[in-house]
């Protein structure tokens, strides 16, 4: 697979990358994306400064990907669980 030198630019600001070919259309999806969310950004607030509009672009779309963490159903009876701790409490004691 061979790779491209290319340039991106987020937020004003142009960076040199060097990708794999095939990674190049997503690399520059992901720099419009982050680029169209600082704009709208600035249109619906007062922020100004480039790096608190990165900030918050940056957490908007990490929890916008981010997996859902599912919730961890525990046992109702804990005493599977407070048997095997005791014995770890107990091989460790006995060390």
Do not use: C, W
Request: glycine share 2%; hydrophobic share 40%.
């Amino acid at each position: 697979m061979s790779k491209l030198s290319i340039k991106v630019v987020v937020a004003g600001r142009s960076y040199p990358l060097t990708v794999h070919e095939s990674e190049q259309e997503k690399v520059q999806r992901a720099a419009d994306d982050i680029n169209k969310a600082i704009k709208a950004l600035q249109d619906n607030y007062a922020v100004k400064d480039m790096q608190d509009l990165l900030a918050m672009t940056a957490l908007q779309l990490a929890t916008k990907t981010a997996p859902k963490i599912e919730k961890v159903e525990l046992p109702a009876d804990y005493s599977a669980i407070e048997k095997a701790l005791e014995e770890l409490s107990d091989e460790f004691d006995n060390q």
